[in-house]
């Protein structure tokens, strides 16, 4: 595909921080710094079958007498084709439930996947459903390394 190839579909997926000229072409293995809230709405857009929707998170305003004042939320914009979609999650499904620790484990199948930083300094665990997506990040708050304390099974 080719780094540039790599950054313009993690951009159709929401991600914009990747701006830099220097990647090598372990970006696709996740080599470049991204944040938990475009990560989680690019599998979000994979969760939906392709669309994406600009992450939010206020789900509903109301003023004093009831009325509704949420802005409408972007549109829905299909970045991958479904069958695309459908495949890379089936393939990030969980289909052995003996595979992962007890607490996490759902009671019904789970797209996910994990990374660790080379440093260990960070540790992620972003899943999805049909109907939910979670990012989860583990890290000190001093960036200090992690090694052999929070790896996640597969990390």
Not at 78 to 107: F, G
Request: glycine letters at 10%; aromatic letters at 4%.
């Amino acid at each position: 595909m080719g780094i540039d190839a790599v950054k313009e579909m993690a951009k159709r997926l929401g991600i914009t921080s990747l701006t830099r000229d220097d990647y090598g072409l372990a970006l696709a293995l996740g080599a470049g710094e991204v944040s938990l809230l475009e990560m989680t709405g690019a599998y979000q857009t994979l969760a939906n079958v392709g669309q994406r929707v600009q992450p939010h998170a206020i789900a509903q305003i109301l003023d004093a007498a009831g009325n509704d004042l949420t802005p409408p939320l972007a549109r829905q914009e299909q970045v991958v084709r479904q069958e695309h979609a459908y495949l890379i999650t089936n393939i990030l499904r969980q289909n052995d439930p003996q595979a992962l620790p007890q607490t996490m484990t759902l009671s019904r199948p789970v797209a996910f996947k994990t990374g660790t930083t080379n440093d260990f300094r960070d540790n992620l665990v972003i899943g999805c459903t049909p109907d939910l997506v979670v990012g989860v990040w583990l890290g000190n708050a001093d960036n200090s390394s992690m090694k052999g304390t929070t790896e996640f099974p597969g990390s």
